[in-house]
Nanobody, 121 residues
């Protein structure tokens, strides 16, 4: 089995920064795409940023220029650096990864439990 554990959330004032981390552990042969999603109260979960195993990234428009996704393949870890945070960034942030657990296996989707980010003065 594979576990994803996020950390780094918290309360920050508008304009502040946070860095989220997500570590994948367990039976891992290879990790393909890793993403960050978020879900605000009363809203659907949305994809925020994506990074491939080769380092290609993609972001939703509202976070471009403020958020940076990165990964350390040796540590099975994905990060989300969030700068110039706004109240509308308030949400539970989830990491997601496509993981193959054995050489001849298929990629399966795994989710972390989420970490709360609150942007408020």
């Amino acid at each position: 089995q594979v576990q994803l554990v996020e950390s780094g959330g918290g309360l920050v004032q508008p304009g502040g920064s946070l860095r989220l981390s997500c570590v994948a552990s367990g039976r891992i042969f290879r990790i393909d795409v890793m993403d960050w999603h978020r879900q605000a109260p009363g809203k659907e979960r949305e994809l925020v940023a994506t990074i491939t195993s080769g380092g290609n990234t993609n972001y939703i428009e509202s976070v471009k220029g403020r958020f940076t996704i990165s990964r350390d393949n040796a540590k099975n870890t994905v990060y989300l650096q969030m700068n110039n945070l706004k109240p509308e960034d308030t949400a539970v942030y989830f990491c997601n990864a496509l993981v193959k657990t054995q050489y001849r296996g298929t990629y399966d989707n795994y989710w972390g439990q989420g970490t709360q980010v609150t942007v408020s003065s």
